[in-house]
């Protein structure tokens, strides 16, 4: 009986929600929405060197976003000479493969990726609460059903998927230059995950 | 009336600047690569790659250093605006990343172990084999141009045509990696020098 309760204690703590755990102290929003600036201008091909870890397997190559037009990005990652790795569309709330190599043709895969690459290029995002923490200002937000909190010192730098109050995914944005992450890491705790870019324009 | 016909005229003027070869010419000009590439124990030369992709304003541009060495060892260095290297060497391609080392059994590989007979034969030029490529050769001014389409379907998924220039001494100067997409990956060598005696260090692992 104890240790049912004691178990009861653990579940509620580990349940406990992401701001209360992070002792986020709750903010009035001056504004409903937040702006991503780091994939917004569409007169600007945006090339990254990239590292994929995937497991213990290390891909490299090339990370390239494009925006199109409104709500139209293109994600393309590709070898250092050159061969197309994948090659992602979204539009609107649309998303699709245009071309994938077989080893990596994996819906699960392609899923996680689908999602966290529009959590880069997603521009405008709805503010649900707002909090702070010492000079962090923290947004929560919504998107696809999945609770995302967006951290803002001077600039952008974290973005954090939550589920169950625990951090799923984690991307940081670093050496920024006016609306340019010049570092971006993509890093999942639930799964050996992680993808590692690095401007190189 | 006139006009039209000499606009038309001009037109496929222009469209012929790259003319088909006739048969006796592909034969010299492969008998020119071939008996070039016989001769080659190293190589060494510049490169600047230019990847295209249609929906980007720029081609992505990379530069580096290519080293071949008789018969199958061939090391790609980029150097610009990254330190990346891939060593295809004993079956082996070994890769290091800014530092970081690893390396992909090629035998296990078929694509890696294509895309290495294909980047040896396209370095030295000796990729005419019909059994592999459908084969068709131009000519512009001074240089050729051969087109090779893979025929293994397979393959034919990632690369619909590679597209090789040779100056008029039959050494490659360009290579053109192209995709079903029509987007493509083009290669420029520069300060091509052969048989210079080349230090194991660039061929170490």
């Known amino acids: 009986m104890r240790y049912l309760l004691s178990s009861f204690c653990l579940l509620f703590l580990a349940c406990g929600s992401y701001p209360k755990k992070q002792n986020f102290q709750i903010e009035q929003s001056t504004t409903s929405s937040f702006h991503n600036p780091y994939f917004s201008n569409a007169s600007k091909d945006y090339v990254y060197k990239a590292n994929i870890t995937v497991y213990d397997n290390n891909f490299s190559g090339i990370f390239i976003v494009k925006k199109l037009g409104d709500h139209n990005h293109r994600i393309v990652f590709t070898t250092e000479m050159g061969n197309k790795i994948f090659d992602f569309s979204f539009v609107n709330d649309t998303f699709k493969v245009n071309f994938i190599i077989e080893a990596m043709d994996k819906a699960i895969l392609i899923n996680i990726l689908k999602k966290d690459f529009k959590v880069l290029v997603e521009e405008e995002m709805f503010i649900v609460k707002s909090y702070s923490l010492e000079n962090t200002l923290i947004h929560e937000t919504t998107l696809d059903g999945k609770s995302y909190f967006y951290y803002k010192t001077q600039q952008l730098d974290k973005i954090v998927r939550v589920g169950h109050g625990k951090e799923k995914v984690t991307f940081l944005f670093s050496e920024i230059s006016d609306t340019i992450a010049n570092q971006i890491k993509i890093l999942h705790s639930n799964i050996k995950l992680d993808i590692i870019l690095k401007s190189i324009n | ?205």
């Open chain 2, 1 to 205: 009336m006139r006009k039209i016909v000499y606009i038309l005229f001009f037109m496929v003027v222009a469209v012929n600047a790259q003319t088909k070869m006739s048969s006796s010419e592909s034969t010299t000009l492969k008998a020119k690569v071939k008996a070039h590439a016989t001769t080659i124990n190293t190589l060494v030369s510049d490169f600047t790659q230019y990847k295209h992709l249609d929906f980007l304003s720029n081609d992505i541009v990379t530069s580096g250093k290519l080293a071949f060495k008789s018969p199958n060892t061939v090391k790609w260095a980029y150097t610009t605006p990254f330190k990346y290297s891939v060593l295809f060497k004993n079956d082996k391609l070994f890769i290091n990343d800014e530092g970081k080392k690893s390396d992909v059994d090629l035998g296990s590989n078929k694509m890696f172990k294509q895309l290495n007979s294909l980047i040896i034969n396209s370095v030295k030029g000796d990729m005419f084999d019909d059994n592999e490529f459908d084969i068709l050769y131009f000519k512009q001014e001074l240089n050729s141009e051969v087109h090779f389409s893979p025929k293994d379907k397979e393959f034919s998924k990632y690369i619909k045509a590679f597209h090789i220039v040779f100056n008029d001494e039959g050494h490659v100067v360009e290579l053109k990696m192209i995709e079903p997409s029509e987007d493509y990956t083009k290669i420029v060598f520069n300060n091509r020098k052969i048989n210079t005696s080349l230090s194991d260090a660039i061929f170490a692992e």
